[in-house]
């Protein structure tokens, strides 16, 4: 799978580490920042990595900041992405299994690199299949075009 991958700065290191490791695994990472430990601001990054999900240039993306949370916020924003913050096993196959999220968040200051190894790997080895998991997914597509439809009708 092609994997993209982005970090603020407090997880720059981190997401280094992760990088090497995501390639070890037998993906290609495309690298969406930060590039440097210099401060970067998060929702940047999140937003052009949910781009590129939604454009079909890569099929999965592990995105890190200090908690995970601002990360998993902003992707969303873009329509059509679902995120997950995960910080265990459980979390992190159940991303994948039952909500089809394309993208998983970490928190650099909550789990060492070593974990999210871990937990990156469970990610990448599920594959949604659907059933009664892709009945809810489709309710939360539908509910997100609902709120495009009003926004455009209900604009200033």
Same mark, same amino acid.
Request: with cysteine.
């Given at each position: 799978?092609?994997? %993209? /991958? $982005?970090?603020?700065?407090? *997880?720059? !290191?981190? @997401?280094?580490?992760?990088?090497?490791?995501?390639?070890?695994?037998?993906?290609?990472?495309?690298?969406?920042?930060?590039?440097?430990?210099?401060?970067?601001?998060?929702?940047?990054?999140?937003?052009?990595?949910?781009?590129?999900?939604?454009?079909?240039?890569?099929?999965?993306?592990?995105?890190?900041?200090?908690? %995970? /949370? $601002?990360?998993?916020?902003? *992707?969303? !924003?873009? @329509?059509?992405?679902?995120?997950a913050q995960v910080h265990?096993?459980?979390?992190?196959?159940?991303?994948?299994?039952?909500?089809?999220?394309?993208?998983?968040?970490?928190?650099?200051?909550?789990?060492?690199?070593?974990?999210?190894?871990?937990?990156?790997?469970?990610?990448?080895?599920?594959?949604?299949?659907?059933?009664?998991? $892709?009945?809810?997914?489709?309710?939360?597509?539908?509910?997100?075009?609902?709120?495009?439809?009003?926004?455009?009708?209900?604009?200033?």
């Open positions: 799978m092609k994997i %993209g /991958i $982005g970090a603020d700065h407090n *997880a720059y !290191k981190a @997401k280094e580490e992760l990088k090497k490791y995501i390639e070890q695994l037998g993906h290609e990472v495309e690298d969406y920042g930060a590039y440097s430990p210099d401060a970067v601001d998060y929702p940047g990054i999140a937003f052009k990595t949910g781009e590129a999900i939604k454009n079909g240039e890569i099929e999965r993306a592990i995105l890190i900041c200090g908690t %995970g /949370i $601002g990360m998993a916020i902003s *992707a969303n !924003k873009i @329509k059509g992405i679902r995120a265990d096993p459980y979390s992190a196959e159940r991303a994948q299994l039952s909500n089809n999220a394309q993208i998983i968040t970490f928190g650099a200051k909550i789990i060492g690199v070593d974990v999210m190894k871990f937990l990156a790997k469970e990610y990448l080895s599920n594959t949604f299949s659907g059933g009664n998991s $892709g009945r809810k997914i489709e309710q939360i597509s539908e509910r997100e075009e609902e709120e495009i439809e009003y926004a455009k009708n209900h604009s200033c």
